[in-house]
């Protein structure tokens, strides 16, 4: 068995190093936005591709074919949002190390306008994977609300990182908004520290509100793990998970050792970090005792979030038991 130059073993085994490319059924295909060319072969570091438009371009649908994008100084940056409609292929970030945040690879997109451009990224496929990236919208059109848009059914996303840089004035921005059935999001960070929002209200770090992805999109069976949220509040109705609808929320969504972190220079301390709209009516919000907030007034007090540790006073703390 033989390795290419950074180590990467020709046919599928794990890497020299930290990162990893999983054994395959399916292709596996390289993205270098500053070395590669789109002429290459594309299955070899040294033939790699430049962009990751033409490298999804070229996976077969439902193969489970691998695309490892190089982790660099140089984003790859779309002409338009990337839409991600197939199912089973795997993007991996690769830049010596799986990270929760400033991952080497980055995909974003600065100013595509149109109905289809509302996100850097847009999956609306089935079991797809997202591993070691960073995914950012620096969009000023007025479609380019979200850097990630998640409507699709069990997609994974592990060590990945979703940053809206652009609409801090924007109440109906968000750095994600996830529809999706089943998604998975595993030592995730979503928002930023280092941004202050101008937005009076909402402007959360997460948005859950159905049908923005699709016509039929819903939150069902989510789940997150070890995540970060993350703002910087210019005001007390700002939050960094939001829900518009009674029914945006399908049968269960679940936070597991998840921290809710607004930054100690913020300008305020949003009122609640999960906040609803309305009581969910067909499903409910769950988060586990690990789960922390920092710098904002309660975890949540709108019926339909259960915090299922320590409930303090409503007077005091960051947590109540609001189911």
């Excluded at 609300?145 to 409507?151: R, T």
């Excluded at 509100?209 to 039929?216: D, K, R």
């Excluded at 050792?257 to 301390?269: E, H, L, M, V």
Aim: net charge negative.
């Amino acid at each position: 068995m033989t390795t290419f130059a950074d180590g990467i073993f020709q046919f599928g085994g794990l890497p020299v190093g930290n990162g990893t490319i999983p054994t395959t059924f399916g292709n596996v295909y390289f993205v270098d936005a500053v070395n590669g060319v789109n002429t290459g072969s594309g299955s070899s570091p040294a033939g790699a591709w430049k962009t990751v438009e033409y490298a999804y371009s070229r996976v077969k649908n439902n193969n489970d074919d691998i695309i490892a994008i190089r982790g660099g100084s140089t984003d790859n940056v779309l002409a338009a949002s990337l839409a991600v409609t197939g199912s089973r292929v795997h993007f991996i970030g690769l830049d010596g190390g799986w990270r929760q945040y400033g991952q080497g690879a980055k995909i974003s997109v600065t100013a595509s306008s149109g109905a289809t451009n509302l996100a850097a990224l847009i999956n609306t496929g089935s079991r797809n994977t997202f591993t070691n990236l960073k995914v950012i919208s620096n969009s000023v059109v007025a479609q380019g609300l979200y850097a990630l848009a998640e409507g699709g059914e069990y997609a994974q996303y592990s060590n990945c990182e979703f940053y809206l840089s652009s609409h801090l004035d924007l109440t109906t921005a968000a750095h994600a908004v996830v529809n999706g059935d089943s998604a998975q999001f595993s030592n995730c960070t979503f928002g930023s520290l280092a941004d202050a929002i101008t937005a009076t209200s909402l402007h959360p770090a997460l948005l859950l509100t159905q049908n923005i992805v699709t016509a039929s999109s819903v939150c069902r069976d989510v789940e997150f793990l070890d995540c970060l949220f993350w703002t910087q509040a210019a005001n007390t109705a700002n939050n960094l998970v939001y829900s518009g609808g009674a029914t945006d929320v399908q049968r269960m969504m679940l936070f597991k050792r998840c921290g809710f972190i607004n930054n100690k220079i913020a300008g305020a301390i949003p009122a609640q970090a999960i906040q609803l709209a309305a009581t969910l009516t067909v499903g409910q919000i769950i988060l586990d005792p690990e789960c922390f907030g920092a710098n904002v007034t309660k975890l949540s007090t709108s019926t339909g979030v259960i915090v299922t540790g320590s409930a303090t006073s409503s007077s005091a703390g960051i947590g109540v038991n609001a189911a």
